[in-house]
Nanobody, 115 residues
């Protein structure tokens, strides 16, 4: 029953901004830790940001000061606001949550940063 659906990806020029959304169904997203991961071409999947059920946020060093993770409880959605984008941010971005021993992943959304 749990589903996560990412959206908001696209093509943006270096220095631009983009906001990704992770819309949840089957769960109340404010009760769980939600993570954003990304997989760049030819590289491993890396954690970029997460937010706890208490609202505590964490960021990878590579995105600190540029990305912000936030939650809208009324919309049951977690966002990743990305600014000052760099070509190295090009990747497929995924949201994830863990409930007990189960893990739930969205389908991913492509972000391409290029001039």
């Amino acid at each position: 029953q749990v589903q996560l659906v990412e959206s908001g990806g696209g093509l943006v020029q270096p220095g631009g901004s983009l906001r990704l959304s992770c819309a949840a169904s089957g769960i109340s997203i404010n009760k769980y830790v939600v993570d954003w991961y990304r997989r760049a071409p030819g590289k491993q999947r890396d954690l970029v940001a997460n937010i706890s059920r208490g609202g505590i946020t964490n960021y990878a060093d590579s995105v600190k000061g540029r990305f912000t993770i936030a939650r809208d409880n009324a919309k049951n959605t977690v966002y990743l606001q990305m600014s000052t984008l760099k070509p190295e941010d090009t990747a497929v971005y995924y949201c994830n949550t863990k409930i007990g021993v189960a893990q739930y992943w969205g389908q991913g959304t492509q972000v391409t940063v290029s001039s």
